[in-house]
């Protein structure tokens, strides 16, 4: 089996289900490792739901040793606490990944959503139905904190293989692109 030329973890932080998903690109073609939720439910303790989440985040990535490290930036809601709960949970898988020398890139919910569907308003269902499309897998997931993650995972993918963005800053009009990108001209 051919090894990955990228591999993307994708984080939905949460300090009550965070989600995790991972991507793999092998000659420009998407597949799913995998998806899935760390439910924190059962533990009371905040601090001991933070050493979770950096615990498996670590394990994760000792696991697939991700390429490509993005997370969801918390969206800014009325409820002060549950922002502070949010931005901790990700620091905190922020902090992990940078210990493990990746570096971290995050997306607004909305950004993600417009990658990924073409809207960025999309419910979650339509997010779970374009990932289907694009990844492959038949399964609706129990939590979609799990799709969420996967989202994210896809739209760093999407925004980091942008093929005319390497070459942005370098071309001087269409006949210095043509010379620069000889294989991509179609004959007459």
């Avoid at 973890?9 to 073609?29: A, H, K, N, S």
């Avoid at 890139?105 to 909305?110: F, R, V």
């Avoid at 989202?151 to 999407?158: D, I, K």
Wanted: hydrophobic share 40%; charged share 25%; net charge positive.
């Amino acid at each position: 089996m051919q090894s990955f030329s990228k591999i993307i973890l994708g984080i939905d932080p949460g300090t009550v289900i965070m989600g995790y998903g991972l991507i793999g690109v092998r000659q420009q073609q998407l597949h799913l490792i995998e998806m899935d939720v760390l439910k924190l439910t059962k533990h009371k303790d905040v601090y001991i739901r933070l050493q979770l989440i950096h615990e498996k985040v670590k394990e994760v990535i000792e696991t697939h040793k991700p390429t490509d490290f993005a997370i969801e930036a918390p969206f800014f809601g009325k409820n002060v606490q549950s922002m502070l709960k949010l931005g901790r949970a990700q620091g905190v898988a922020i902090a992990t990944a940078m210990s493990a020398g990746l570096s971290v890139t995050e997306y607004s919910p909305k950004k993600v959503k417009q990658a990924v569907t073409g809207n960025g308003n999309a419910d979650k269902e339509q997010v779970w139905k374009m990932l289907q499309h694009y990844l492959g897998f038949k399964a609706k997931p129990k939590y979609f904190d799990a799709t969420d993650a996967l989202s994210v995972a896809l739209c760093h993918h999407f925004q980091t293989n942008k093929p005319l963005l390497k070459t942005a800053g370098k071309v001087k009009g269409w006949e210095d692109f043509i010379k620069q990108n000889p294989g991509r001209v179609k004959g007459k």
